[in-house]
């Protein structure tokens, strides 16, 4: 017997009221990853051990800049919504189950600020 | 009543079942996906020592040029490989296909060789870029 009401049903969003929102997300970033990351790889192999005016010069160039940019955002949105499964399926204390929700949180978006602000000072301050 | 909770039996876990390539690297997945979480210090830290100057940027590019840094550095690649293969692998199930058992066994070995063969060739690449 299903004991949803017809409102439920075709609003399709569950009990947690996010329907398929973190399945679909993680998807759609792990569709942009992969070319993302095929760019930022080879950009890695060939600057890895440069020098720093040779690694400057590349993160210049505005293609990179935005690309790299772009790689940040897909994978740390990617990263944190991965963590919060792993921390869902672990951790069943209630308190330390949010503590460390909050501070994947953080932590993917300390990174992105750490990276972003790398980028764009090399691209707009050399 | 937390003790009734506490004392229920529990559901057979990973060490009552013979590993088997699918599900080995299932669990691969995931514990490549946590390790490229907390690589991103590594890349974060490359990047922010490029915008700190030359010298501390030639400091950060020497630890890296360590034999313990390449040695990390190519777990990384290999990490990072073995998670979007396996990414793919998923893809391709979300899609529908791939659910046949000896289909499904034969592409989690294949996550696992391409992910090698791949980590080599990035390397090789990298090694002839410079």
């Known amino acids: ?126 | 009543m937390t003790d009734v909770t506490r004392s229920r039996p529990l559901s057979p876990h990973l060490q009552i079942y013979k590993p088997i390539p699918t599900m080995v690297m299932s669990i691969m997945h995931r514990i490549t996906g946590g390790a490229l979480y907390f690589g991103t210090i590594l890349v974060a830290w490359w990047l922010i020592a490029a915008a700190s100057g030359a010298a501390y940027y030639d400091w950060v590019n020497w630890l890296f040029g360590t034999l313990i840094g390449k040695l990390v550095l190519f777990g990384y690649t290999w990490v990072l490989m073995h998670h979007m293969l396996g990414g793919l692998r998923h893809l391709v199930w979300d899609l529908g296909y791939g659910y046949e058992k000896h289909f499904a066994t034969k592409m989690a070995k294949a996550t696992l060789a391409g992910s090698v063969t791949l980590t080599l060739v990035i390397w090789i690449i990298g090694a002839l870029l410079r």
Request: charged share 15%; net charge positive.
């Open chain 1, 1 to 126: 017997m299903d004991m949803r009401t017809p409102l439920g049903k075709v609003r399709g969003l569950g009990s947690a009221k996010e329907g398929t929102d973190h399945f679909w997300r993680q998807r759609l970033t792990a569709v942009s990853n992969i070319p993302l990351l095929i760019f930022f790889v080879f950009f890695v192999a060939r600057y890895a051990g440069a020098s720093h005016a040779e690694l400057l010069a590349a993160l210049a160039n505005p293609f990179v800049a935005v690309i790299l940019g772009l790689v940040v955002a897909s994978a740390l949105i990617h990263m944190r919504i991965g963590m919060q499964v792993i921390i869902e399926d672990y951790v069943h204390a209630e308190g330390v189950k949010i503590a460390l929700l909050m501070l994947n949180t953080f932590f993917a978006i300390a990174i992105g600020g750490l990276f972003l602000f790398a980028i764009l000072k090399i691209a707009f301050a050399g």
